[in-house]
């Protein structure tokens, strides 16, 4: 039987290094993603934020469903750095989560080190 295009939620499952961002995008794994992204331990999952929205709490449901494997939540806010509401730090702080807002490259470039060390890190990088 004859299928259309099937469109699937973008998820890669594995731990990866960001090896480029920019023009609106991620590099990782040899793929790329249009768009921003959220780094978990189960993997890296495409993220419906931009940087003309505000971070509202709902965006990180993810990462509060997964709080248990983070210890870190490095924020990529752009390309400006823009503090986090006090609701989603308090709640990841009742998770035991450290959360730390900065430039997205700044973000990557922490992920990739922290990754490399085998630290229960998380990354939401929004694209720039």
């Given amino acids: 039987m004859a299928r259309g295009i099937e469109i699937r939620e973008a998820h890669f499952p594995g731990r990866a290094g960001i ?3 920019g023009n609106g995008g991620f590099r990782f794994a040899e793929m790329s993603h249009r768009g921003s992204i959220l780094c978990m331990p189960s993997g890296i999952h495409g ?3 931009t940087e003309a929205q505000p971070l509202e ?3 990180f449901e ?3 469903a997964e709080a248990g494997d983070i210890e870190v939540l ?12 006090a609701d989603l ?4 702080r009742a998770m035991n989560i450290s959360s730390d807002p900065m430039s997205t490259g700044a973000a990557v470039r922490t992920f990739n080190v922290m ?3 085998s630290r229960a890190v ?3 990088l929004i694209a720039v």
């Avoid at 806010?77 to 823009?82: D, F, K, L, N």
């Avoid at 730090?89 to 990841?92: E, I, P, Q, S």
């Fill in 122 to 124: 998380a990354a939401a």
């Fill in 62 to 64: 993810k990462v509060l």
């Fill in 57 to 59: 709490k709902g965006l």
């Fill in 74 to 85: 490095l924020v990529g806010t752009g390309s400006t750095i823009r503090p986090l509401p």
């Fill in 115 to 117: 990754l490399a060390e």
């Fill in 89 to 92: 730090k308090a709640a990841l």
């Fill in 47 to 49: 993220w419906d934020a």
């Fill in 19 to 21: 090896d480029a961002y």
